[in-house]
């Protein structure tokens, strides 16, 4: 529920579904106690510094909690300074969180006397009939529905961590407040383990270990939440989308290719438009169209009532592919001995994110997925959605990725999100659940999760440094179908109705390689590096002879490169150990004459000393066939 009785919009987190969590084993309702606590706290203080200030929304998150706030200062990192400093006297005067139930009037009195204009309309948002509460801790009233710890000094570890922009409401048509982000843990070891994760997690930052490792690059000129693949990141794309084809040419799937735009006829039926209608890029209207109402003079608002209704057409930058892919299993008969039908594309798809909500390669306005889509009957369903999780397995095993929870994603019955009938998906959700029992790990149900034509299992893997990210998807889906009326004909020479698998282990390219450049800090294994081997001659003498070496290496195939420039060999070793090659060859006068090279790896390990170029080849082909 959406109001402001929870606490102040309590349970409107901006957390990145991307990233899950990033926190060890803990207690759950303690830590949310502890932060929807801390986040009054801090309101608290900052109205004794800056008594003018106007507060809107204080939720606790994953992580931690945040406040928005309205005020003419402009906040300094030396003001959270001060802040934290008068949370603590705060804290130190063991301030009781007590709970009130008031009138609906009493609560306007109290907040419109306080000059807190923002409370007075998120108090608005409450229902009527519902109870209104407010918390005091002090001096400090809240519109809140709770629950807080008893005493401010039970939060003894906070931390108050960075100011950040925030629209009133979400809304870029609002005005712009400023949100002070902290957090807060039970002990002061744990918020001290926290911090250090944090300082790790800076370390790994795709978005600085991709402008450093050459990988990619978004520019304002092209548009934010787009991404352009550099050179080195196409390297790492191409690699990934080559492991996944091998697997998908194991099991029998076909490559097909679709456009980037269709009609929004198309998306209608699918249900795309207008159920998330927000979430994606506006129509495009023909020409045709544009003209004629041109001459009519339609309104922009009239415009898009027409949309809305279907009145007129145009196209849309596609959202999903699977309206796609079922238009090429529309475009010819199927019978029974066809199935299963399994179409694979890395379809480009396009939604529309706020801009505040945009996050480097791992929230985006374009991006690819490695979608595919199975048309199969009921009995061939269970073996196929197990070929899914197969490949879901492949992948997480080479990539060392091995640490990962699974989360069978529900209905909610009582929502009106969801398109079909009740016993299809009953059908599909028992059918999930089954999967996820044979694959032999524990799982979770989270109702409300699924998409809005079927139920999926999620793959929720944690990183090396205990973030959780929710990647791979595997769902069932008995209501597309139906809406395009596919039909095949059985083996009783009637039609029948197919079910749909739509499946995407990687989930998206962008996401996923936001994931690994984390997850292994830039070092990725051998076989996925942009650049495999740098040669490193000492001198300018052997640079020709490095040349050479180089021909070789890339006549197997190798990623290779020469470091020509006139420094020293430490600098060329740093340089190659910076940029997180795997492998640099050392050339020097008497590796020339001998014909061999000396191998270092990354981090200045020296391997086996001198080897010939052919025996360290023979090895690293061997690593990269593998995977390693």
């Known amino acids: 529920m959406n109001n402001a009785n929870t606490c102040s919009g309590c349970g409107n987190s901006s957390k990145d579904p991307a990233q899950v969590t990033n926190n060890a084993p803990r207690d759950p309702l303690s830590e949310v106690l502890l932060r929807h606590s801390a986040a009054h706290i801090m309101a608290a203080a900052m109205l004794r510094l800056f008594p003018d200030a106007k507060i809107d929304i204080g939720p606790a998150t994953e992580t931690g909690f945040y406040y928005d706030f309205d005020l003419e200062h402009k906040l300094t990192p030396e003001d959270l300074v001060r802040l934290e400093a008068e949370m603590k006297v705060i804290i130190n005067e063991n301030q009781p969180f007590e709970r009130l139930e008031v009138s609906r009037e009493e609560a306007y009195r109290i907040f419109r006397e306080r000059g807190q204009d923002y409370k007075l309309s998120r108090l608005a948002d409450i229902p009527e009939g519902e109870t209104v509460t407010i918390y005091r801790n ?5 519109l809140c529905r709770g629950p807080h710890v008893r005493y401010s000094k039970q939060v003894k570890a906070v931390k108050l961590l960075s100011i950040a922009g925030a629209y009133y409401r979400g809304s870029e048509k609002n005005k712009q407040l400023q949100r002070i982000y902290g957090t807060a843990f039970e002990s002061k ?3 001290e383990a926290y911090l250090n994760q944090m300082e790790e997690a800076k370390k790994r930052d795709h978005r600085k270990l991709g402008k450093e490792l050459k990988l990619f690059h978004i520019d304002d000129a092209v ?9 080195k990141g196409a390297i790492l794309r191409t690699e990934l989308q080559k492991f996944i084809l091998e697997e998908l040419e194991k099991q029998g799937y076909v490559q097909v290719m679709t456009p980037h735009i269709g009609k929004l006829g198309l998306f209608r039926t699918s249900g795309h438009f207008p159920y998330y209608k927000d979430a994606q890029f506006m129509p495009i209207i023909d020409k045709e169209a544009f003209e004629l109402l041109r001459n009519e003079n339609v309104s922009c608002a009239e415009l898009s009532n027409r949309l809305d209704k279907g009145e007129i057409d145009g196209f849309l930058l596609k959202p999903m592919n699977c309206p796609m892919h079922i238009s090429l299993y529309q475009s010819e008969p199927h019978s029974y001995r066809d199935l299963p039908v399994r179409m694979a594309e890395f379809g480009t798809v396009y939604r529309w994110e706020q801009s505040g909500e945009l996050n480097g390669m791992t929230r985006v306005r374009g991006f690819t997925q490695d979608d595919a889509h199975i048309f199969c009957t009921e009995d061939q369903l269970a073996k196929e959605i197990q070929g899914c999780l197969h490949i879901v397995n492949v992948i997480f095993d080479t990539l060392h990725m091995q640490d990962y929870r699974v989360r069978v994603s529900l209905r909610d019955p009582n929502s009106d999100k969801y398109v079909g009938r009740d016993e299809l998906w009953k059908k599909a959700e028992a059918a999930l659940r089954e999967a996820a029992v044979k694959l032999g790990r ?21 990183d090396a440094i205990g973030r959780e990210w929710q990647l791979g998807t595997v769902q069932v889906d008995y209501n597309l179908p139906e809406r ?3 039909t095949y004909i059985g083996s009783d020479n009637a039609e029948h109705r197919p079910i749909m698998v739509h499946r995407a282990p990687f989930g998206s390219l962008e996401r996923f390689t936001a994931v690994l450049i984390e997850h292994f800090a830039g070092n990725f294994p051998t076989w996925l590096s942009p650049e495999q081997v740098r040669l490193l001659p000492i001198n300018d003498s052997l640079n020709d002879y490095a040349d050479t070496l180089l021909k070789q290496l890339k006549t197997k195939g190798v990623r290779a490169s020469v470091d020509g420039q006139s420094d020293k060999l430490g600098a060329k070793i740093r340089r190659a150990e910076l940029e997180k090659v795997p492998y640099m060859l050392v050339v020097g006068q008497k590796e020339q004459e001998s014909g061999e090279v ?3 790896a990354r981090a200045n390990k020296a391997l086996e000393g001198n080897t010939t170029l052919e025996s360290f080849l023979e090895k690293l082909i061997v690593e990269i066939k593998e995977r390693r």
């Open 138 to 142: 002090g001096e400090f009233v809240d």
């Open 189 to 191: 070891e744990a918020l």
């Open 223 to 231: 548009g934010q939440g787009l991404i352009l693949w550099a050179p």
């Open 442 to 462: 524990p799982f979770s149900e989270a109702p409300g999760e699924a998409a809005f034509y079927g139920p999926k299992i999620d793959f929720i893997i944690k």
């Open 484 to 486: 395009f009326n596919l």
């Open 598 to 600: 000396s191998v270092r």
